[in-house]
């Protein structure tokens, strides 16, 4: 009852699934059934053989709409665990992007100088494109783009966040 | 040794046999007929044959809900599935165990659009507590038990299994139950002994408290309605039932003080809203149990009871989430309890009795039987007081719309599972079907589908399944000629513009009745009623019972949508409320 007044905030949120088909269909389902945000979502097995899934995701709302969708991630029955790394302490965040960028004389040396600052390597080169893959934060991504748009960007392709928290604790428990 | 080998279809029903399933519903079509091969074969296993797949599923859910049972569907696949999805939709709203088993096109053909193909677990994922598509004969054992587990425990609600045709077909091993465990869920039952101590310690230091209960303690099993009515009396506080909690306190009780919500009690809303301490034991916030949210019980401090942890902090903000099943928290609780002094103070309580009494006074579901022209919750007084006097089970089923609210408001239940309603999704055509599943569960009892004519005609073709099983329900048809809830909206706040609500061209329902063999009954006036109503209940077969009554009468007390509990409209006559706010208009 306090949801409209509340502030809303980004959270990181971590979820362990069975690796099994329509599970993300789950998730996402759960999120635009809802209407949850979704500002970012990845995916993939985290250890061949244990058919056990991380997603990892962003997402924004008011401490009550977050309780509830932790809550409402929870209830699906492939969802092992559910943590949220906003608050559940320190964690990293990294974001991989592949950035292309078109351009030949002075623009094509300033776009290599930028990547070399921001430690970005391409990855393809063409006499007048190359590929960036640079990694980090996302904002660091975002800031990297911004600076190629007038040097020729022409594509982006960006995994979307994955997360972990620091030290010891554990989503997955030991084999 | 090698394990017996058996086909899919042997081994659903095997594993349906093993969880203690007597009676499916269902329909037959292309994709299940192994599943119907093998229910010809054998004798454990009573088929019901519906006339419509979404019959099957209220029948599953009348019969799951009287019971306390998980209730199995048998579907074929394409439109026998998207037909289920209603029910299904209703399971899942309302917390009914089902497991709805779908026939589906064999896998090689899945994705082709072949004949009678339907994403059916694409379709059903968002109204079911889980769903499954079989693909391999080797984890159909495994499913089946899952799914069983998923469906009846925790909050209990809809499993769907998609079964391929071929997966029917293919020989592969069975897997007994005992073998099946759910790594990823694992409902919480017990809640921590600090909740339970933190409880009762609010419970103590409370002036104005309240139970107020719902569906959560009907599908924990009647032990928790048992335990219910021990806390009830332990802490002497009032008790309010929401409108799927009808039954879990005696409707007799002193300390009963009606349903909540919309078209609850003035006394119950006003409590709500006023009360120190609410326990909520079950129930779930729903928009009409709150009215205005920012104006909901703004004083009151909230202990919140419920095993899904997604309920609580949903709505409304509370001061402490317990989690676990209400049979188990209430068992607890009960036990610190007894071990302390824990009334409210006597002088305390007795000002807050006076106080709810007070509202008692307004007497909010009073109304006037005045002339011939029947008043509907006159009907429903006249039903108990009849009912009241038999030595059977009573069952009562509703429809959805003005006539369930005054089955709700005017028939008491004593006892959990004997009132079967569409509450979560208001579902008009449950109710016929669902009587049907009762009276398969409790073929002695007295089982009666209140009805309005609008909703009655939304799932009529299941009294062709009423009839081919001799089913001895009765129907009691509030005929006002009216969409009767649309019609009273309409009226409340689109200045009676009366859009496409009033019911032409109805049947002859006496003839339609005795067109399938059963007995057709009918009253137009008071004098005719009594009599009706005596030879209903006496029959010893399918009845229904056309009663006209007032087509002008509305459902009150009210609370109008975008209204705070101490906003009621008690009557026609009661204009304390300016209700037509736009805000509220645009609420459903």
């Not at chain 2, 299904?88 to 659009?113: E, F, K």
């Amino acid at each position: 009852m306090t949801s409209v007044t509340q502030p809303s905030n980004q959270h990181t949120i971590a979820v362990l699934v069975d690796n099994e088909p329509g599970v993300l269909a789950r998730v996402i389902g759960l999120f635009s059934g809802r209407g949850y945000n979704i500002e970012s979502l990845t995916v993939a097995e985290t250890r061949r053989g244990r058919h056990l899934s991380r997603i990892t995701i962003v997402t924004s709302g008011t401490p009550m709409v977050i309780e509830q969708i932790k809550a409402q991630l929870g209830r699906l029955i492939p969802v092992h665990q559910v943590s949220d790394l906003t608050l559940e302490g320190a964690y990293v965040e990294r974001e991989l992007a592949l950035v292309k960028v078109k351009g030949t004389g002075e623009k094509r040396v300033e776009s290599l100088r930028i990547a070399d600052i921001f430690r970005a390597r391409a990855v393809d080169s063409t006499n007048e494109s190359f590929v960036f893959e640079i990694v980090g934060t996302s904002s660091k991504i975002d800031a990297f783009v911004d600076l190629m748009k007038p040097l020729g960007l022409i594509d982006i392709s960006r995994t979307g966040v994955v997360a972990i928290s620091r030290g010891t604790d554990s989503l997955e428990g030991d084999d | 040794m090698a394990k017996e080998q058996m086909n899919g279809s042997e081994i659903v029903l095997k594993a349906l046999v093993d969880h203690g399933v007597t009676e499916v519903f269902g329909y037959p079509g292309g994709a299940v007929l192994p599943i119907y091969d093998a229910i010809f074969k054998q004798n454990r296993l009573r088929h019901i044959l519906v006339r419509q797949e979404g019959g099957a599923v209220h029948a599953a859910e009348g019969y799951a809900r009287s019971t306390g049972k998980v209730g199995v569907v048998l579907v074929t696949s394409g439109p026998g599935a998207t037909n289920a999805v209603t029910g299904l939709t209703d399971a899942l709203m309302d917390s009914i165990p089902i497991i709805c088993l779908t026939g589906q096109v064999p896998t090689h053909l899945i994705g082709n659009d072949a004949f009678q193909e339907a994403d059916t677990t694409g379709i059903t994922r968002p109204c079911t507590k889980h769903n499954y598509l079989v693909r391999s004969v080797d984890d159909l054992a495994r499913v089946m038990h899952e799914a069983f587990l998923v469906a009846e425990s925790g909050r209990p609600g809809p499993v769907v299994i998609d079964l391929p045709k071929d997966v029917l077909m293919a020989m592969g091993e069975y897997l007994p139950k005992n073998k099946v465990a759910l790594k990823s869920y694992k409902p919480q039952l017990k809640a921590p002994a600090k909740n339970i101590k933190d409880a009762v310690a609010m419970i103590k230091a409370a002036k104005k408290p309240i139970i107020y209960a719902g569906g959560g303690v009907i599908n924990s099993g009647p032990k928790a309605s048992q335990l219910l009515t021990q806390l009830v009396k332990a802490t002497g506080a009032p008790c309010t039932l929401t409108l799927m909690g009808l039954g879990a306190f005696p409707a007799t009780d002193k300390q009963y003080i009606g349903m909540v919500g919309m078209h609850g009690t003035y006394e119950a809303n006003m409590a709500m809203h006023d009360c120190d301490l609410m326990i909520a034991v079950g129930a779930r916030f729903d928009d009409r149990i709150t009215g205005r949210l920012d104006a909901f019980s703004p004083t009151s401090k909230k202990i919140h009871i419920d095993i899904d942890p997604s309920s609580i902090n949903k709505n409304v903000a509370v001061d402490l989430c317990i989690v676990g099943d209400v049979a188990h928290v209430l068992e607890d609780m009960m036990k610190v309890l007894k071990t302390s002094q824990t009334k409210p103070e006597a002088k305390a309580l007795k000002a807050w009795w006076a106080q709810v009494n007070e509202w008692r006074s307004k007497e909010s579901l009073k109304y006037t039987q005045k002339g011939q022209v029947i008043k509907p919750q006159h009907a429903i007084c006249r039903l108990q007081e009849m009912t009241d006097k038999l030595k059977r089970e009573v069952y009562i089923t509703t429809e959805v719309g003005q006539h369930q609210m005054w089955a709700a408001q005017y028939f008491g239940f004593e006892k959990p599972n004997h009132w079967l309603t569409s509450g979560g999704l208001g579902t008009m055509g449950y109710g016929l079907p669902a009587a049907m599943g009762v009276q398969i569960a409790h073929p002695k009892a007295l089982v009666i589908g209140v009805a309005g004519e609008a909703s009655f005609m939304m799932n009529m073709q299941e009294l062709s399944t009423i009839a081919q099983y001799r089913l001895p329900v009765k129907v009691l048809i509030l005929n006002n000629f009216y969409m009767g809830m649309v019609r009273q909206w309409q009226e409340l706040m689109h200045g009676s513009r009366y859009s496409e609500s009033y019911m032409e061209s109805l049947p002859d329902f006496v003839k339609l009745a005795e067109s399938f063999g059963m007995k057709g009954l009918r009253a137009t006036k008071l004098s005719e009623m009594d009599a009706m109503l005596e030879e209903m209940i006496a029959h010893d077969g399918p009845v229904i019972a056309d009663l006209n009554v007032d087509p002008k009468e509305n459902v009150y007390p009210m609370i109008p949508s975008g209204a705070a509990h101490n906003e009621m409209l008690l009557g026609p006559d009661d204009n304390t409320v300016n209700s037509g706010a736009e805000e509220g208009l645009a609420l459903v």
